[in-house]
């Protein structure tokens, strides 16, 4: 399985993002998006189930940020808005097919994207 990330750059605080994820070679369970920070962890933000249904967000950025795929051409999205300099990190896709939990743990995916940076300017 690849996974290629596109769609970041720098955006003004206030405005809106959609990361795209395209996925190759097989169809998983769970897919999600993690971000990193300078100087600190990779942390959870989103994840959904392929087939739909149930989501999952991180509170920082519940209520302003939605997580869709497309299966017609196997992308995963992320749209954020009313962004702010704290959502600047290179945010990742991410995916499992071991069952259809919601882990917000990074070690619980076996596929990961090679990430794309996000900078968010005040």
């Known amino acids: 399985v690849q996974l290629q990330a596109s769609g970041g750059g720098l955006v003004q605080a206030g405005g809106s993002l959609r990361l795209s994820c395209v996925a190759s070679?097989?169809?998983?369970?769970?897919y999600a998006w993690f971000r990193q920070a300078p100087g600190k962890e990779r942390e959870f933000v989103a994840a959904?189930?392929?087939?739909?249904?149930?989501?999952n967000y991180a509170d920082s950025v519940k209520g302003r940020s939605t997580i869709s795929r497309d299966n017609r051409n196997n992308t995963m999205y992320l749209k954020i808005s009313s962004l702010k300099p704290d959502d600047t990190a290179v945010y990742y896709c991410a995916a499992h097919n071991r069952d259809n939990t919601l882990y917000t743990r990074q070690t619980e995916y076996t596929w990961w994207g090679q990430g794309t940076l996000v900078t968010v300017s005040s």
């Open positions: 070679g097989r169809t998983f369970g769970v």
């Open positions: 959904s189930i392929w087939r739909g249904g149930r989501t």
